[in-house]
């Protein structure tokens, strides 16, 4: 991609977002594009990350004025490299843009349900917004929801791969991830998180109060096991983080 092109694109089912690194004053603002198209180009069905550096309130306004599946362009981009495996530019303008019929009917086929059949968690549903797919099965004789992190075929393949092996071995898995779960958590709770009057909590019943909520694979072998917290910490959800060989952490969430 050339120096200062121009894009056209629709804005996927993410919102617009901003990030400060740690020591800048600036923002950047960050959206994403599927699909798009260099001026005079062929249409692009991968995602494009697009960065633009802003003060707070230009980030404010922009997020206020862009929304999912809006159509924008962009002038002065840039390439820069990839971000999590996605092609990335810089750009110095991003506007609102007339709906060009070309680039709507293209979103429209990618918005169409993607589903995925698997013997262990039936109907997974991809989420673009997210690059999940989505489905549900029992833990422990639980219903819970089920993420599977995947932007293409091969990439579902490994995480479900990894997934299928947590499912299989789940009872030790869980007693593996409630062990850490009130060893690392039971301590916070009694030190900053007892209510005026509540009674100090005991292993025991912290492991009575806490039920699996979702389980999360991602195709590097990471995956979690979150369990509602059963109000132990005012409705945060317990997040154990695990991989091929162990658990690795726990830590609050939502």
């Not at 919102?15 to 198209?37: M, N």
């Amino acid at each position: 991609m050339p120096k200062q092109e121009k894009i056209i694109g629709v804005v996927n089912e993410s919102d617009v977002g901003g990030v400060q690194a740690e020591g800048q004053s600036d923002y950047t603002i960050v959206l994403f594009l599927c699909p798009w198209r260099t001026e005079g180009g062929p249409i692009q069905t991968s995602t494009l990350r697009v960065e633009q550096s802003a003060t707070r309130s230009q980030m404010t306004a922009t997020m206020r004025r862009i929304k999912p599946l809006n159509t924008v362009a962009l002038g002065g981009v840039q390439k820069k490299k990839k971000v999590l495996g996605k092609p990335c530019v810089a750009t110095t303008e991003i506007v609102k843009a007339p709906p060009q019929k070309d680039l709507q009917a293209a979103s429209a086929a990618l918005r169409k349900p993607v589903n995925f059949k698997d013997s262990v968690f039936g109907t997974l549903t991809f989420d673009r917004s997210l690059n999940w797919y989505t489905g549900s099965a029992k833990w422990m004789g639980r219903r819970v929801r089920v993420y599977i992190h995947a932007e293409d075929d091969a990439a579902l393949t490994v995480a479900l791969a990894d997934a299928h092996k947590v499912w299989k071995s789940q009872e030790k898995w869980d007693a593996l991830c409630r062990d850490r779960a009130v060893k690392d958590m039971l301590p916070i709770k009694l030190d900053d998180w007892l209510e005026e009057g509540e009674k100090p909590v005991t292993a025991a019943q912290f492991l009575r109060r806490i039920k699996p909520a979702s389980c999360a694979f991602h195709t590097d072998g990471d995956w979690d096991l979150s369990f509602n917290d059963g109000e132990l910490f005012f409705g945060h959800d317990i997040t154990v983080r695990a991989n091929r060989t162990g658990v690795r952490e726990v830590c609050l969430d939502g």
